[in-house]
Structures are given as structure tokens and as C-alpha cells.
């Protein structure tokens, strides 16, 4: 991938994880991916703000006289959006990220391009993500 992040080593999750090792992690880090995948779609297609809930800056006033009609932040063409993809790596791990060259530019910013963060966990997503959690352990516990 060209760009991504890691989730591992968010307390919420370790912690659960620490406490039931015999159980089916993998299932539960293919449902993690599946969230954190829609969480960062949500940030591109709605929300339009980085992790930290900073709203990203706007096209410059050249670049948006040119931008195609209907298009957003981050969403021109869609393909940015469609490229966002999860992969479990391991028992404990996921990687969520976009295969496409341009993706870090958008995440990092480079040449005059701002940074427009799309990756990364923000707390509300950690929030959804315990219940996530809870919700898979109640099952787990029936």
C-alpha cells in the first residue's frame, strides 16, 4: 500500500485483547477493519476533517476554478474513496489504507499540496470501536 496505518496498540484494544487470548481474534480484527475501513470513508465522503476533528483546508483559489464540477475534497474523481481498503495482518493487527500513489500526498502533503489527513483513529472512532468490543464479548459470553 502506499499509504496506511496500523491499528495496533490502542489501549482500548490491547487491553481487551490481553484478557482474552483464546478466543477468535482474527474474527474480531476482520469486524475491527470493517469499522475503522467505514470510519475513514465516513471522513472522506461527510465529514472532511482529520482525526482531530480540524476540518481539512479548502482547494486553493487556482486549483478550484479548474476542479470538476460536483466534486469535493478528496473526492474528485471517487477513486480515493473506493481505494480504502482493510487488511488483517496477523492475530492482532489491521492495516487500513489506500494502494494509490496520490494517497499520501493527501495524507502528508507534498509540494504545496496541503496535508489533508484521512487516516487515523479519532476518539469518537474509539468510542465506536469499544462498543464494537462490547458488543463482540457479549456474544462471545452467551
Given at each position: 500500500?502506499?499509504?496506511?496505518?496500523?491499528?495496533?496498540?490502542?489501549?482500548?484494544?490491547?487491553?481487551?485483547?490481553?484478557?482474552?487470548e483464546?478466543l477468535?481474534?482474527?474474527?474480531?480484527?476482520?469486524?475491527?477493519?470493517?469499522?475503522?475501513?467505514?470510519?475513514?470513508?465516513?471522513?472522506?465522503?461527510?465529514?472532511?476533517?482529520?482525526?482531530?476533528?480540524?476540518?481539512?483546508?479548502?482547494?486553493?483559489?487556482?486549483?478550484?476554478?479548474?476542479?470538476?464540477?460536483g466534486?469535493?475534497?478528496?473526492?474528485?474523481?471517487?477513486?480515493?474513496?473506493d481505494?480504502?481498503?482493510y487488511?488483517?495482518?496477523?492475530?492482532?493487527?489491521?492495516?487500513?489504507?489506500?494502494?494509490?500513489?496520490?494517497?499520501?500526498?493527501?495524507?502528508?502533503?507534498?509540494?504545496?499540496?496541503?496535508a489533508?489527513?484521512?487516516?487515523?483513529v479519532?476518539?469518537?472512532?474509539?468510542?465506536?470501536?469499544?462498543?464494537?468490543?462490547?458488543?463482540?464479548?457479549?456474544?462471545i459470553?452467551?
Amino acid at each position: 500500500m502506499s499509504i496506511s496505518i496500523t491499528i495496533n496498540g490502542l489501549p482500548v484494544v490491547q487491553t481487551m485483547l490481553g484478557k482474552f487470548e483464546a478466543l477468535p481474534i482474527p474474527e474480531l480484527m476482520e469486524t475491527i477493519g470493517g469499522v475503522v475501513e467505514s470510519q475513514t470513508r465516513r471522513r472522506i465522503a461527510s465529514e472532511k476533517t482529520d482525526v482531530d476533528g480540524k476540518p481539512w483546508k479548502a482547494w486553493s483559489p487556482r486549483y478550484a476554478r479548474h476542479a470538476r464540477a460536483g466534486g469535493s475534497l478528496l473526492q474528485r474523481s471517487g477513486r480515493l474513496l473506493d481505494s480504502i481498503t482493510y487488511k488483517v495482518e496477523g492475530d492482532d493487527s489491521v492495516r487500513i489504507g489506500s494502494n494509490l500513489v496520490y494517497a499520501r500526498t493527501h495524507q502528508e502533503g507534498r509540494g504545496g499540496i496541503p496535508a489533508r489527513p484521512f487516516l487515523g483513529v479519532s476518539e469518537s472512532n474509539q468510542d465506536e470501536l469499544q462498543a464494537v468490543l462490547d458488543a463482540w464479548i457479549q456474544n462471545i459470553l452467551k
